[in-house]
């Protein structure tokens, strides 16, 4: 059984910079995303990252790329060229807070190098938030290792429905839940997400009409019914960026209380909505009040990823004002 999270609990994770705050006080956070294939996946994640507040973004392509194909820009020319304000290269003095993995990757051409480095991320003390292409790293570490008594790196997955069945199955764990294609249904899909995050040692944010997040620890959360115009493509990396941004702003709290990953995954699926209604020009409603048949009431415009991304800033604003009023 999952509860509800609501617009109150998700402002309070919505840090905000005071006087004595300086760009890395409010956190670094380091981005290895995209590639040669999908570049715009890199210019995404950064964007929803910068718009989300850290203090400072650093861009890491990925070791051992492909040359770009079609006349491309590389991953690192395409986000120089959208956010000009980014940090380039492996860190040096300053390590990151936070870090966020995988999204606008393909494993099959992921090379040894990466698949090496992305391992190590997975070993550190730093938390990581894991999408897309390398949801299967940590899958293929739960498998190696599943009984391991070493503290785990806080680590939070955001997978959709097909990305979860398969990591479901890459850990032997039989046939998927039907429930995955239920939208509605929070409890067979809380239970689902809670039984796969249990077997990873990681939290686990499934994406939906209807995101639940569940933790090792046994806590699940859901957020929803989002928007429809979220189903646009790249809308999943500008969720990534939020959650890698948010998770870079609690940082220490979350290593101190890995848990709380499960708090940042519905803020950010939260957020993510609510820029959406906003890029759409739709009315936001709020989340506790909206009934199933609402969800449609008025989906305003059609947008598309980087959209929702640039109504960051006025969905935070929204989000801080309502949990004030």
């Given at each position: 059984m999952s509860t509800r999270?609501?617009?109150l609990e998700a402002a309070q994770w919505l840090r905000q910079p005071g006087p004595a705050d300086n760009k890395y006080g409010l956190g670094v956070l380091g981005v290895r995303t995209g590639s040669a294939q999908y570049p715009g996946a890199?210019?995404?994640?950064?964007s929803a990252g910068w718009r989300t507040g850290v203090g400072l973004l650093r861009y890491v392509p990925p070791a051992g790329d492909a040359e770009p194909p079609f006349g491309l820009p590389s991953p690192a020319s395409a986000v120089l060229a959208?956010?000009?304000?980014?940090?380039?290269?492996?860190?040096?003095?300053?390590?990151?807070?936070?870090w966020l993995i995988g999204s606008g990757t393909d494993?099959?051409?992921?090379?040894a190098a990466e698949t090496a480095i992305l391992s190590e991320l997975l070993s550190g003390p730093q938390p990581v938030v894991v999408d897309a292409g390398a949801l299967g790293v940590v899958a293929d570490r739960a498998l190696s290792a599943p009984n391991a008594a070493a503290p785990r790196t806080p680590t939070i997955l955001t997978p959709h429905?097909?990305?979860f069945a398969r990591l479901w199955q890459q850990l032997g764990m039989g046939t998927p839940p039907t429930a995955l294609k239920e939208p509605f249904d929070t409890v067979q899909r809380s239970a689902a997400a809670t039984e796969l995050a249990t077997a990873l040692g990681a939290t686990v944010l499934l994406k939906g009409t209807v995101s639940i997040c569940a933790t090792p620890g046994g806590i699940a959360?859901?957020?929803?019914?989002a928007t429809p115009r979220l189903a646009t493509a790249g809308s999943g990396d500008v969720l990534a960026g939020i959650l890698g941004a948010l998770v870079t702003l609690n940082a220490e709290r979350v290593q101190a209380q890995p848990?709380?990953?499960?708090?940042?995954?519905s803020t950010a699926a939260l957020l993510h909505d609510l820029a959406a209604h906003h890029a759409a020009g739709s009315a936001p409603v709020a989340r506790e009040a909206r009934a199933r048949a609402a969800v449609t009431r008025?989906?305003?415009a059609p947008i598309l990823a980087l959209d929702i991304a640039a109504a960051l800033p006025t969905a935070i604003a929204d989000l801080l004002t309502r949990a004030t009023a």
């Open positions: 999270w609501t617009e890199a210019v995404l994640t950064v959208a956010r000009p304000e980014t940090v380039f290269g492996a860190a040096d003095s300053r390590a990151c807070d936070a494993p099959a051409a992921r090379s429905a097909g990305e959360l859901h957020t929803g019914p848990e709380l990953l499960g708090a940042l995954g008025r989906l305003g």
